[in-house]
């Protein structure tokens, strides 16, 4: 038989568990107030940023500047990083390396550049005819002009901060 102290955890253990479950369910903000910050004086800024479809794969892969972890590609989701101005090689780990597969671009002082990263569902793919198929997730970074990139962004969410 539970007791009164007894019957006291388990409410706060099932208050806890509540909260905890909601916190989890709250969406990330909009990306779209990020917009009006200009990167800081003397840098450039790159945007990346992966459209949410339901009918794409859901998974994520690192994406890489000049070979070093720049974010994670989430679909939906939109981050960005102030850079220093000059040459950078924009790439996101795929099973299918290929030369399509990055961007390369040059950025000025106050430059801003607009990454898109797109899954290739079914690129990679076989198996049998009935279950144990398999599928590789395959993407590639392409460039977007900014008007074109920041209509993308204002209707993505914020995945994480600059730098």
């Known amino acids: 038989m539970i007791g009164r102290a007894g019957l006291r955890r388990w409410f706060a253990a099932g208050a806890a568990l509540l909260l905890l479950g909601m916190a989890g369910c709250a969406q990330p903000p909009p990306a779209a107030p990020y917009l009006a910050a200009a990167p800081s004086p003397g840098m450039a800024r790159i945007w990346f940023y992966r459209d949410l479809n339901p009918n794409d794969v859901l998974a994520e892969a690192y994406i890489r500047l000049n070979g070093a972890v720049a974010g994670v590609s989430v679909a939906g989701g939109a981050f960005y990083r102030d850079v220093a101005p000059g040459r950078y090689h924009i790439s996101v780990d795929s099973y299918v390396q290929d030369l399509h597969n990055d961007a390369d671009l040059v950025l000025a002082p106050s430059g801003e550049a607009y990454a898109k990263v797109l899954p290739l569902d079914s690129f990679v793919q076989g198996g049998a005819a009935v279950g144990g198929g ?30």
């Open 134 to 163: 398999y599928k590789r997730n395959t993407f590639v970074v392409w460039l977007y002009p900014p008007e074109q990139g920041r209509a993308a962004v204002a209707h993505s969410y914020f995945t994480a901060g600059g730098s």
